[in-house]
């Protein structure tokens, strides 16, 4: 009992001595932060999950990155502090409402796994980042960074994916709205199968094409998420979304390398909408919807794209046209099919920069041919006027004829081609490519009459090179003529071939051929930031594993080739070598941890199948 009541005599003096220990050290803290930082490092480029303020992350646990720059020559970084808010406000008073990491002493800027309060779907949070360099003096704060979640669980959808009961060969789907009140943010999740494009009053909400990536659609559908804050006002609103088939559902009709479907063209949208009162809304698809024929005529990735500018009133997708006669949508079942986001997708394809054009010949009086000077994948743009029913046909090509005229089969295949049917309105009608991409360099212009017999006129054409927005971060130049040609002829054929995938050509196959991902692997890795595309890549090939533990040598496996052409080691075991390849040069073992169960399926099945 007296070595208790010792102890409990004790108690108010060491409360006491740590109560102004607690105070000194906050009294130190304090002064410090307030005082001006002389570190001689500084954090740079913070990035989530690879991307720099990403929208649509779906990791529980983001993966956090960061740079650091220094004057000094031979300094390094030797400790870091993260700290991640709900808010702006909150950041900027130091307070990591969500997580502060603390002094963490690392020299590690990559791979830093967020570990703060579970975070939520559709949930955008702020954060930054402090380093301290090699004399452990710490640097300012990094300027802010971002990131918004995706759907994190299969139940937070409040939508359901819908379809034109017609199933036609593009579709329409919109859906009128009111927003009651004023809004602080709209944030949409939307997948689109083939492909699609968003429109939210009238406007497309999106600056990328043939969103979204190219997978093995009977395993797996990726979602974009997009902040449509500036486009929702008060009061009526419409969301609207144009379907096309893309890798999605390939049918015959002028050139294409395979035929197949996985099905009916079909979206999921599930549009959050935030008041300014700290209410929320969600408007989800449903056959609440109503539903279309597009106005694309033919749509194929190999072929081409043919638009009818008859078909669609321009105001389809704004609130004050009256969709009436348009039926209901309806609803499919979703089940089986794993829907994921930034996290599994590659980066955004996306127009470039644009290629100027240089007329070579006019073969006849209706023909014109071009010159894009440069052999890329593109897709065009462009502005007609003309009588109605008269019709503007554009055919890509890599070659051409001894007359002048592009030569389609030698190199492209076959047939292929973007066509615009005008509308006749009297005023010019502006047209661009939605759902076909093609690899060429030279444009063959030719124009048929409408019921008028005149041929309507091309104001302007223009050429874009279309690639994944994966970032560039090398460059090569020497005093050899011939050695800068060989580099930039490199970097063309890998700017054409990045896609949501590691295509084999961008004119005639478009494949996802799986020996590139390691043979092309470091050449690439030198020129372009890969993480993303092959985080993607390494899910197609999980996704086309046979139950056998065969890796075909296409991902995703559209279609059979057997024989040699679709099991052999030199291509499937990409499976191991460019996740490996992934970690030699971004110190991410996350793929390996991922993808060994799948990796050892493999080399159980090369051992089933070699002999000697």
Known sequence: MSDIGVHTARRPAQRMGIAWVSLALACVSALCMSAAPVGSLAPRGLRCEYATDPLGVDAAAPDLLWTVESSVAGDSQTAYQILVATSSDNLARDLGDLW????????????????????????????????????????????????????????????????????????LLRRRFDARRSISRALVHVSGLGQYELFVNGKKA?????????????????????????????GSNVVGVLLGNGMYRVHPGRYTKFTG?????????????????????????????????????????????????????????????????WPAARELDGSGIAVKGMTSAAPPIRMFEELPLRQ?????????????????????????????????????????????????????????????T?????????????????????????????????????????AFVVHAASPAIGEFSSSNDLFNRIYALVRWAQRSNMVSVLTDCPHRERLG??????????????????????????????DSQLPNGLVPDIAPEYTVFEGGFRDSPEWGSAYLLAAWQHYEWTGDAELLRTHYEGMARYVDYLGQRASG
């Open 360 to 420: 070579l010949s006019s073969p006849d009086a209706h023909t014109v041919v071009v010159d894009t000077g440069q052999n890329a994948s593109i897709v065009i743009a462009a502005r007609v006027h003309g009588a109605r029913g008269s019709v503007v046909r554009i055919t890509p090509a890599e070659l051409l004829h001894s007359d002048g005229t592009v030569d389609r089969g030698s190199a492209g295949g076959g047939d292929a081609w973007w066509q615009y």
């Open 513 to 542: 051929w799986l020996e590139q991902y390691h043979l092309n692997g470091p050449a690439l890795r030198y020129d372009f930031d890969l993480a993303r595309l092959y985080r993607k890549g390494m899910g197609d090939m999980a």
């Open 261 to 325: 479907s996985f099905g009916t063209l079909k979206a999921l949208v599930h549009l959050r909408l935030e008041y300014e009162d700290g209410t929320t809304e969600i408007i989800g698809s449903d056959r609440g919807w109503r539903a279309h024929a597009g106005p694309i005529t033919f749509s194929s990735i190999f072929g081409g794209e043919d638009y009818d500018a008859r078909l669609l009133d321009p105001t389809w997708a704004n609130a004050e046209y009256d969709d009436g006669s």
């Open 100 to 171: 502060d990491s603390g002094i963490v002493q690392s020299n590690e800027t990559f791979h830093i796994r967020y570990a703060g309060r579970p975070l939520s779907s559709s949930q955008r949070v702020r954060w930054k980042v402090r380093v301290w360099d090699a004399r452990r003096r710490p640097s300012a704060w990094s300027q802010p960074g971002t990131w918004t979640m995706g759907v994190l669980e299969p139940s937070d959808w409040q939508a359901r994916w819908i379809a034109d009961p017609a199933d036609s060969e593009t579709v």
């Open 422 to 462: 005008l509308a006749g309105t009297g005023q010019t009608e502006e047209w661009s490519s939605h759902f076909f991409y093609q690899g060429a360099r030279y444009l063959q212009v030719t124009r048929f009459k409408g019921p008028d017999g005149a041929l309507p006129v091309v104001e302007n054409l223009r």
């Open 206 to 234: 999106q600056d990328d094409l043939l969103s979204p990536g190219w997978t093995k659609y009977d395993k797996t559908a990726l979602y974009d998420t997009r902040d449509v804050t500036s486009l929702v006002k008060q």
